[in-house]
């Protein structure tokens, strides 16, 4: 992971924030990958439905783009989430997009060894993924681990992240950057291959 380039920004988050329509208070989600099968969409909208009943305040940006962007985006409109969901495509930005976020999620079904997750931690954000693949490996005690396919499992853990106070918040976003620069940073891989 290069963490120089996936670091936390304040001006990017304020920038990336306000080009939202975003507020202060509006606590927002973000997931970046292809829009297939493997990533389980489905699973994260139906979270998110949830957890919307619950917090007007939740918003989430879906970065990527894939052949089932039609079926993801009529799933969207059913469960009545336009207005807080935010489609970016796919993007050239992610690094500073990410500061913007305050919980990155990933809802595979599978998945290898989880980049944008380390991406994100490096970022200093709080995760949530699936236990699938290499992503428990990533987020170690670093974040929160759920169930593939389960988006009531999912939407728990979402709403213990909206639960936690933003110092505590910071204090998991830096443990996780820790873990990231310990294990995955490009300096700590060259030096083990060297």
Not at 13 to 40: A, C, I, P, Y
Not at 79 to 101: N, Q
Request: proline share 1%; hydrophobic share 40%; with cysteine.
């Amino acid at each position: 992971i290069d963490t120089d380039k996936f670091v936390y920004n304040e001006e990017s988050r304020r920038f990336n924030r306000e080009q939202l329509h975003l507020t202060n208070n509006d606590f927002l989600f973000l997931t970046v990958g292809r829009l297939t099968d493997q990533k389980d969409y489905p699973n994260l909208l139906n979270a998110f439905s949830i957890i919307k009943e619950k917090n007007s305040n939740v918003k989430l940006v879906i970065i990527g783009k894939g052949e089932l962007e039609h079926e993801i985006k009529c799933l969207v409109e059913k469960l009545e989430l336009s207005e807080d969901i935010y489609f970016l495509g796919a993007r050239k930005d992610v690094d500073k997009i990410t500061s913007a976020c305050d919980c990155f999620l990933l809802a595979s079904k599978y998945e290898g060894f989880g980049l944008v997750v380390a991406e994100a931690m490096s970022s200093q954000r709080v995760v949530i993924g699936t236990d699938c693949g290499g992503v428990k490996e990533v987020i170690g005690n670093e974040g929160f681990l759920v169930e593939p396919k389960d988006h009531t499992a999912l939407a728990n853990a979402m709403q213990r992240v909206i639960n936690l106070n933003s110092d505590q918040r910071k204090g998991m976003g830096l443990k996780a950057r820790n873990r990231i620069l310990d294990k995955y940073s490009l300096e700590t891989t060259v030096a083990k291959w060297l």
